[in-house]
Nanobody, 128 residues
Framework: QLHLVESGGGLVQNGGSLRLSCAAS????????IGWFRQAPGKEREGVSC????????FYADSVKGRFTISRDNTGNAVYLQMNSLKPEDTAVYYCALRTVPGSDVASSLKRENYNYWGRGTQVTVSS
């Protein structure tokens, strides 16, 4: 059974930075598309970013473009989300997810229904 584990969340001030990590238990993340999603209280879970299996194609939601950077380490063990210039509206629980069927466009890459495995999330809170 594949388990994804997020870490790196916390409380940060407006304009601050955090780096989230996504790791797999007993499984390599190599060759799989990995997405980051977030869900704020009372809102739908939304796609934030996705990186393809080769690490050479990344997608971002318009709301985070230019502030967030997704990457994967070359051991295949982790995917990261570097979040800079954080805003209070970035406050949410952040989830990483894996999809077994790769995609090549931003729309499908940020759609939660296309992902098969999910972590339990990590809380990010940005104070104003």
């Amino acid at each position: 059974q594949l388990h994804l584990v997020e870490s790196g969340g916390g409380l940060v001030q407006n304009g601050g930075s955090l780096r989230l990590s996504c790791a797999a238990s007993g499984f390599t993340l190599d060759y799989y598309d990995i997405g980051w999603f977030r869900q704020a209280p009372g809102k739908e879970r939304e796609g934030v970013s996705c990186i393809n299996g080769n690490g050479d194609n990344m997608f971002y939601a318009d709301s985070v473009k230019g502030r967030f950077t997704i990457s994967r380490d070359n051991t295949g063990n982790a995917v990261y989300l570097q979040m800079n210039s954080l805003k209070p509206e970035d406050t949410a629980v952040y989830y990483c997810a894996l999809r077994t069927v790769p995609g090549s466009d931003v729309a499908s890459s940020l759609k939660r229904e296309n992902y098969n495995y999910w972590g339990r999330g990590t809380q990010v809170t940005v104070s104003s």
